[in-house]
């Protein structure tokens, strides 16, 4: 079975989006995975189709139901559904690539995209819902957090990203940010390519490019060393 995602979104026409585009489209249409896109909505309540109620306790913003979500979840990840289900999330713990690596090796994902204020507490206990966040600022909604997360996991995928892109060399896979990057022309604008790099000696381009790594992550990322 393919890796598959399913979002359960107030928004389905916010997908595939820019994920039906370059390598993660081609590999969409291919079939190296799948997206399903499912309306919050069908499972709305009253003629208006309502999906979400004014907050216990007052407050501004309104609140996406429990009953709506559960029902919404339950219609397409069954008890038994062996993939993560995902409630994006400013309160939940920041994705990383290693979350996105395990994230990718398992079958999918079930994606709850919250809107307005979020979502019942409730139906997050009662369908075990992992909160994930994608960085410390508000959205105004988890769609966008969605697209996000399902790009990362799937450019993983075998055979999405070209051959020559490996993945294994990125920022982060070697808990360092990535060394800088040039190409032609050899002069630009007064600006030289370093001349390690034009050196042909293999050894000394990788020791400068982790050199390089290691002065990044310092100067950028100090919390990466750690
Ligand atoms: N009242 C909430 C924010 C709601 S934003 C709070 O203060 O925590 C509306 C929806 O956007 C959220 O339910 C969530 O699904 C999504 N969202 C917003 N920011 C996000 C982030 N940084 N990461 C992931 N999802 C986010």
Request: proline fraction near 6%.
């Amino acid at each position: 079975m393919a890796w598959s995602a399913t979002v359960l979104t107030l928004f389905p026409e916010m997908f595939p989006g820019p994920l039906g585009l370059s390598l993660a489209g081609d590999a969409l249409k291919r079939g190296a995975w799948s997206l399903d896109a499912y309306d919050i909505r069908n499972h709305g309540l009253g003629r208006h189709r309502a999906v979400d109620d004014t907050p216990a306790g007052g407050g501004a913003g309104m609140v996406i139901r429990a009953d709506v979500l559960a029902a919404a979840t339950d219609a397409v990840s069954p008890a038994d559904d062996a993939r993560p289900r995902l409630l994006m999330s400013p309160r939940g713990r920041p994705l990383t690539q290693a979350r996105v690596r395990e994230l990718a090796a398992g079958p999918g994902a079930v994606i709850v995209c919250g809107r307005f204020e979020g979502v019942d507490e409730r139906v997050i206990e009662g369908r075990r819902l992992e909160e994930v966040s994608i960085g410390d600022y508000i959205l105004s909604g988890g769609e966008l957090a969605a697209l996000v997360t399902i790009d990362a996991c799937v450019r993983l995928l075998p055979g999405v990203m070209g051959k020559e892109v490996s993945g294994e060399d990125e920022s982060f896979e070697g808990g360092l940010l990535e060394y800088p990057h040039y190409t032609r022309p050899r002069d630009w604008e007064g600006r030289a390519i370093p001349d390690v790099l034009l050196s042909g000696d293999h050894g000394r381009i990788a020791r400068w490019r982790r050199e390089q790594a290691e002065a990044l992550t310092r100067a950028r990322r100090p919390d990466l060393l750690k």
